[in-house]
């Protein structure tokens, strides 16, 4: 391929963008300075820009610590956006397979692969969401079962789907449900009269939080996981 066409794919720039690129003599093939986009890379080259290596993505699957106080979404007008945490090329590609709310933390799947992020968002295929959630006031004896039964929500018509609930401590319990209506955690501990205090998701199917991650970092997931979404 050639060094112009590569540096489009690699960092999504027109072939003009990717000329002037070239000119500014920050490009290197194999540790040599290259300005000419003629210059034939194959499979084998290290290419760099500004001392960072340059690669032509296939489709990109992470998974993100969201911290509190980011956004997922591409732009907002007063919060910072959780793609701030990426040091990703052609970030405008990606998206977010379910949000958090700004004050939630844990599990964020980001990819740019549409068909595999609706497996995990579409309603159809139920995928599983756990979540840790802290609350205001104590747990209720007949929690469970409701849950279990579906909860009414405001302004929906029908019960949520049944839910699994498992009491960790008097204000703290691990929910998983099989759906995401827009802030739906806390709207269905609302319609019991309580209030999530903090609320975070450890896992989404079988993808597991990593806790090697800290607050905030990111990695690839393993073929594996990519793939336990097909299940
Ligand atoms: N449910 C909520 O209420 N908020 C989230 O961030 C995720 C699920």
Known sequence: M???KFLCDALGVTRREATQILKSKTVTVN?????SGATKVTDECVVEWQDRELKVHGP?????????????SHEDGSNRTAFELLDEVKQDKLHFAGRLDVDTTGLVLITDDGQWSHRITSPKHKCAKTYRVWLVDPVEADYV????QGI????ETGLTLPA???VRAEREVLLTIYEGKYHQVKRMFAALGN???????EMIGEIEMDESLELGEYRYLTEEEVQSVWK
């Not at 699957?61 to 997922?72: A, N, R, S």
């Not at 009414?152 to 302004?155: A, G």
């Open 2 to 4: 050639r060094l112009d």
């Open 31 to 35: 540790e040599v300075m290259v300005k």
């Open 60 to 72: 990109r699957y992470i998974m993100l610590y969201k911290p509190e106080g980011f956004v997922c």
């Open 145 to 148: 079962e409701k849950f279990k």
């Open 152 to 155: 009414q929500l405001k302004s």
């Open 164 to 166: 699994e609930l498992e």
């Open 195 to 201: 209030k999530v205090e903090h609320l975070h998701r």
